[in-house]
């Protein structure tokens, strides 16, 4: 039996940076499973957003229950990694397409007691990951939605199959979706074996953020289910 649950993390980089605490607060009051923390570097994506300073303070803030799950769209994650973890991250996700030695990073990120995600974007094939995933050297896969680097951006879903082939090596693996999740492709990710929704957009824009989220949860439930 299938007993990996859904998980729902809204993306922080859709809130209210001059409110963040509030904002975040809203999400966990709302039903929220964790928060979804977008790092860039202005080299790996076009963009910058927050650093280490800014996750310890959240972390800080909202104590030591709430699951901080850290993306890095940076270049280097070998280097900047241990910053996150030592600001209270409990996930680090990188990216295959990023530099340096990829496994090595992820056996760095759990050495230090945490948990280490590998994210692919939308165009990498699974392929390139599978080495990772059947050595269980990855504690999750993130599958991007988007062209990472900016919120707002509308869900591809030409990377659906891709979740669906990723879910048939690993039954257990968490498998997150980002980029473009609403109350549509939110259940379409499911029913391909997505169960961590990260959502920035569709969930803060929200008239009612705790409807919003059970709403999606309720729906990928049903559809996550319904493709065991
Ligand atoms: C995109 C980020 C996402 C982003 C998603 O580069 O990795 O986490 O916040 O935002 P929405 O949900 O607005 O597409
Ligand atoms: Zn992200």
New binding site residues.
């Given amino acids: 039996m299938n007993t990996t649950p859904i998980l729902i993390y809204p993306?922080i980089?859709?809130a209210d940076m001059a409110n963040l605490e509030r904002d975040c607060r809203r999400a966990l009051d709302g039903g929220a499973d964790g928060l979804?923390v977008?790092i860039?570097d202005g080299h790996f994506?076009p963009?910058l957003s927050m650093g280490p300073a800014v996750v310890a303070a959240l972390r800080q803030a909202l104590g030591s229950d709430v699951e901080l799950h850290v993306?890095l769209?940076i270049t280097d994650p070998g280097r900047y990694a241990p910053a996150f973890i030592k600001a209270g991250a409990n996930t680090v996700l990188i990216h295959i397409e990023a530099d340096g030695d990829i496994p090595a990073t992820l056996q760095a990120i759990r050495d230090q007691g945490i948990r280490a995600g590998i994210t692919v974007n939308p165009e990498t094939p699974a392929a390139s990951i599978q080495d990772l995933v059947t050595a269980n050297a990855v504690d999750e896969v993130l599958c991007?939605t988007?062209?990472?680097?900016?919120?707002?951006?509308s869900f591809i879903e030409s990377v659906l199959p891709k979740m669906k082939e990723i879910r048939s090596w690993a039954p257990q693996l968490p498998i997150s979706v980002?980029?473009?999740?609403?109350q549509e492709s939110a259940p379409r990710s499911a029913g391909a074996g997505a169960n961590v929704l990260?959502?920035?957009?569709?969930?803060f824009a929200a008239p009612d953020m705790t409807a919003a989220i059970s709403t999606m949860r309720a729906a990928c439930n049903a559809a996550y289910s319904s493709n065991l």
């Fill in positions: 993306s980089l859709a979804h977008d860039m994506v963009n993306h769209m991007m988007v062209h990472p680097g900016f919120g707002g951006q980002d980029g473009g999740i609403d990260l959502a920035g957009t569709s969930l």
